[in-house]
């Protein structure tokens, strides 16, 4: 049943934006014309602005997730959460993964601008760097949540709204995204960040641990191990 539900989140609203996109339904056309033209026309007179929106992209980049999520992978190992870990890397993986193949299905072609201030290789559609921000940052905050507290969490998720919004942004301004690239990315994303969370916790059901609150973190009761404050926890038999 949850592995039905998982699947759900992520073939309904994945479903809605493609039949959008390549029904070439008019108000979405109007919408990224407009956010193309009007973007572009203010970056191709203010380079300071394209300096900054492309230091935001490529702090979205693969190479800069790879990086995180690599680095946050053995972390966990070495603290000996290893669901976590798997966690972390499938979710990671499987979503560029479903990136590459709906860009594939799609083969939408990248805007055409006269006098671009970016380029980028590839199709359009879904946009990575939204798909992999909100995904990379809903990871983050799924497995670290639990030894945030306070205001401390509030400000790690408005950070990484922030951050998922301004990456998505960039891509527009940069002229190298239409605005449904980017929406496409953020819905895919969070549908298959919710797929895998859901499935995470049906294998805490099937492991004889309850079902959690995901805004909680995915393993609230491993804090003390996701914190570097003590030693890692000793393995199980």
Do not use: C
């Not at 301004?166 to 960040?193: E, K, N, Q, T």
């Amino acid at each position: 049943m949850l592995a039905a539900v998982a699947l759900a989140l992520v073939a309904v609203p994945g479903a809605l934006i493609l039949l959008l996109v390549e029904g070439k339904w008019a108000p979405l056309l109007r919408a990224d014309n407009d956010a193309r033209d009007t973007l572009h026309g203010f970056a191709v007179a203010h380079a300071g602005f394209v300096r900054t929106m492309q230091l935001i992209s490529d702090s979205g980049s693969t190479l800069a997730w790879l990086i995180v999520l690599a680095a946050v992978v053995l972390w966990l190992l070495w603290r000996r959460l290893p669901r976590l870990a798997l966690f972390v890397a499938t979710t990671a993986a499987g979503s560029a993964l479903l990136n590459l193949v709906v860009k594939d299905l799609v083969h939408r072609l990248r805007p055409v601008l006269i006098d671009p201030v970016a380029n980028a290789p590839g199709s359009s559609f879904p946009s990575g760097h939204a798909q992999a921000a909100i995904v990379g940052y809903a990871v983050l905050l799924l497995v670290f949540v639990p030894i945030l507290h306070g205001a401390w969490r509030r400000v790690a998720t408005t950070f990484a709204v922030l951050m998922v919004v301004a990456i998505g942004f960039s891509r527009i301004a940069l002229g190298v995204h239409f605005l449904s690239d980017v929406v496409g990315g953020y819905i895919l994303g969070a549908a298959w960040v919710a797929a895998m969370a859901a499935a995470f916790n049906a294998m805490r059901v099937d492991r004889g641990k309850p079902p959690v609150d995901v805004r909680g973190g995915l393993e609230p009761e491993e804090a003390p191990s996701i914190a570097a404050g003590g030693a890692p926890k000793a393995p199980r038999n």
